[in-house]
Each structure stands twice: as C-alpha cells, then as structure tokens.
C-alpha cells in the first residue's frame, strides 16, 4: 500500500537547523510531487512547500523562503525538509503528503520542538 | 497567500446533516477545481475525505458530499455518526504549485 513514513521527534536550540525525512513505498516515487505542511501546536494545517521527485523543481510559500529547502533521493524514494535558522514559532509537527493536487496518504508526521 | 474562511465550530446531532462552509477568492477557490476537503483526529495525520470539489476516495462513506459555488466550498456530512467528529479542513489549489488550507472547523456530534 501507498504509504509515507517520517523521521522521529527533533529537538533544536534556537537558531539551529532541522531536517526532517520521508520515505515513500507502494509507488513510483518520481510519479507524484511530495508537499509539506505543518501544524503548530493547538494550530491548523500551513502549506510550506513543493517538490517534485521527477526534475527537482520546488515551491516554497513565501513566508519561509530563504529558510526552507526541499529536496529528494530517488534512489532511495525518501524526500527530505531542511529549515534553518529555527525559531520558536517553528515548533510544529511537520507533515509530508504525496501530493496530486490533493493531498494522500500523509506521513505519520515529525514533531519539531525549538527550546533554548 | 491568505488562509481560507471556515466557521470554527459546526454540531449536529447521530443521524442529521452538516454543512461545512469554505471562502476563499478568484485567486484560489474561484479559479481552480483542486478543492479539496480533510478531516483530522487529534494527534493524528489529516485524512483526505474529498478531491477535485466533488470526488470521494474509495474507501470514504458516502455521507460526505461537497460542492462549489464561486469562491465557496462546501462540505456536507449526512446521517451523523460519531466517527464524524473531529477537526475539518478546506485546501484549495493557488497557482503556480502553491496551496492555501483553511483555518479550520470543529465537528462535534451531539
């Protein structure tokens, strides 16, 4: 079956930088684009950004350009999120969906808690 | 790019029906049929209950129906059951591979 799975819990001092993976099964990866989207605590969803696995190509939402950086590995159908420069406001858990237009399955999603 | 309308909190009781609404604008909702509809149980991932406005995955009841109208969404569940609550969300497609979900809405079955 179709399936996402994500990374473990990251916990991150203010300032630093996370990368969170997602390793795709039970398709062809390079098929279908991969968006992210996070969810701060007691918050709705946030689109963060696209990329398709075929040629590379991303879209961020401008709120988090120049921090953001998707990418993938098609060898090993994993898709990977990079945020840099973390700041309390990115505490979140943070989801990766197989994108179609619409968003399905999503992965399990990855805690993301920035503290001092 | 800014979120989409929904009420916070919608209710109803086992065996009536509920409609969910969904505002957004000529630059999402209004311009593209990639609405699409989620519901999320705490601490879990959203599940998608309906793509493309109107469509139903297989595996999804079908309680769930949807519409759009302009720059409005609307999601409707009939029969009520209490699997049914949970927290809804709106998406609509933007453009240029972006995406805007809505704030959205709290179900609670009576």
């Known amino acids: 079956q179709v399936q996402l799975v994500q990374s473990g819990v990251e916990v991150k001092k203010p300032g630093a930088s996370v990368k969170v993976s997602c390793k795709a099964s039970?398709?062809?990866?390079?098929?279908?684009?991969i968006s992210w989207v996070r969810q701060a605590p007691g918050q709705g969803l946030e689109w963060m950004g696209w990329?398709?696995?075929?040629?590379?190509?991303?879209n961020y939402t401008q709120k988090l350009q120049g921090r953001l950086t998707l990418t993938t590995d098609t060898s090993t159908t994993t898709a990977y999120l990079e945020l840099t420069s973390l700041g309390s406001d990115d505490t979140a858990v943070y989801f990766c969906?197989?994108?179609?237009?619409?968003?399905?399955?999503w992965g399990q999603g990855t805690l993301v808690i920035v503290s001092s | 790019q800014s979120a989409l309308t929904q009420p916070a909190s919608v209710s109803g009781s086992p065996g009536q029906s509920i409609t969910i609404s969904c505002t957004g604008t000529?630059?999402?909702?209004?311009?593209?049929?990639?609405v699409s509809w989620y519901q999320q149980h705490p601490g879990k991932a959203p599940q998608l209950r309906i793509y493309?406005?109107?469509k139903r995955p297989s595996g999804v009841s079908d309680r769930f129906s949807a519409s759009k109208s302009g720059n409005m969404a609307f999601l409707t569940i009939s029969r009520l059951q209490a699997e049914d609550e949970g927290e809804y969300y709106c998406?609509?497609?933007?453009?240029?591979?972006?995406?805007?979900f809505g704030g959205g809405t709290k179900l609670t079955v009576l």
């Open positions: 998406c609509s497609y933007a453009g240029g591979s972006t995406y805007v």
């Open positions: 990329i398709s696995p075929y040629n590379g190509k991303t």
């Open positions: 493309e406005v109107r």
């Open positions: 039970g398709y062809t990866f390079s098929k279908f684009g």
């Open positions: 969906a197989r994108d179609r237009n619409w968003f399905d399955p």
């Open positions: 000529s630059s999402d909702i209004g311009n593209y049929d990639f």
